[in-house]
């Protein structure tokens, strides 16, 4: 693994995801043991893609995708099938089982819900206790849904998702716990939606995915980077990032050209009220890298693409996860686009 921010390396076995020195997200750097490849069975035929874990084979992924009815050029990415109803689940399957792995019996994480749900989940069936610190503005239902997962010890802040953040890093370093969340484990584990959306979409022009933390876009510029690396992509998809003009700071940092700011959340898509994005700076170096754009969508337009894709296909996203939805309704598409709109979690 190596430092992101100050370039140290750590060779195998390092049982952290930040650096010891400078306290920077690493990044996990492995050859892939071959191809994504077409593999529509199971997420674990990704598993020669993945970093080298004793991972048990739990269920998660091989999410659908479904056509629009009323726009040909564009399909939407259903990671609301995942067990715990959102995206997460492919993080925290690969980032439980490193854990584990590391000889811990213990995982923290910061949350605003949706990733807490999903850790306890999968801490529960690798038999680890777990502490999540919850934002103060997460939805009843996600605390519900933490609740009846069992065994998690929830505290649930009062300030922001940074707030959750610096208690979740504080409560590791004090009680030598595995600090889990938004770090490179996941990253690694999310990237696999990159694989499932070009083996069902293979002409995919655009995939379009809402930003919080901005660790499931960089885990999919990472899986599209991996595919290109090995002659997979027949064309490479431009990504696009969403965000809430209520909680913009990615979006804002990326059209200004400049550092990213804290900024207050203020938007009702708990989900992505996220005010400092951690691997924010990596995913716009990245996005620029590789051609894609932010755009964003007010709080109003994801209620109503929240609320229409319930009366079109019955199936429930939150208002995050409809950003991506919303944020469709404003591309133009011209004839050969194909649009994946990542419909990134359905917790309300
Ligand atoms: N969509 C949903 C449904 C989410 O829960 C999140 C993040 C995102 C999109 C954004 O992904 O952070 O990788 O850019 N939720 C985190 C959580 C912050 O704690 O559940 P990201």
């Not at 600090?179 to 655009?206: F, P, W």
């Amino acid at each position: 693994m190596a430092c992101t921010g100050c370039g140290e390396v750590y060779r195998r076995r390092y049982p952290s995801q930040v650096c010891g020195r400078c306290n920077g997200i690493l990044e996990v750097r492995y050859n892939a043991a071959g191809k994504a490849g077409h593999a529509l069975a199971s997420f674990w035929d990704y598993e020669n893609v993945l970093p080298k874990g004793r991972y048990k084979h739990y269920e998660v992924g091989m999410t659908r995708i479904i056509r629009s009815h009323g726009n040909a050029n564009l399909f939407f990415k259903l990671e609301t099938d995942n067990p715990t109803r959102s995206f997460k689940d492919r993080g925290s399957v690969i980032e439980v089982a490193k854990a584990k792995e590391y000889g811990y019996d213990e995982l923290v994480c910061a949350s605003t819900g949706n990733m807490a749900y999903s850790i306890a989940y999968y801490s529960k069936l690798y038999g680890m206790r777990v502490k999540v610190f919850i934002s103060g503005n997460a939805n009843i239902d996600k605390m519900r849904d933490i609740r009846g997962v069992g065994d998690a010890d929830i505290t649930k802040v009062r300030g922001d998702f940074s707030a959750a953040q610096e208690r979740a890093s504080e409560y590791a370093k004090r009680r030598n716990v595995f600090l889990s969340g938004d770090y490179c484990y996941r990253k690694e584990g999310q990237s696999t939606v990159a694989y499932e959306i070009m083996a069902q979409a293979r002409n995919a022009t655009h995939i379009i995915v809402p930003v919080g933390n901005a660790t499931l876009i960089s885990g999919i510029l990472k899986g599209l980077g991996r595919m290109e690396e090995s002659g997979e992509l027949r064309t490479m998809p431009k990504v696009i990032a969403v965000q809430s003009t209520s909680c913009m700071p990615f979006v804002r940092a990326f059209k200004k050209g400049r550092k990213i700011k804290y900024e207050e959340p203020k938007t009702d898509a708990d989900a992505i009220a996220v005010g400092m994005p951690t691997f924010g700076e990596q995913a716009i170096l990245g996005l620029k890298e590789h051609g894609g754009c932010a755009v964003a969508v007010s709080d109003r337009e994801m209620k109503k693409a929240q609320e229409s894709f319930y009366r079109d296909y019955g199936i429930v996203a939150e208002m995050g996860g409809a950003a991506s939805i919303a944020a469709a309704r404003q591309l133009k598409f011209k004839e050969d686009d194909l649009a994946v709109a990542v419909v990134s979690g359905g917790n309300v």
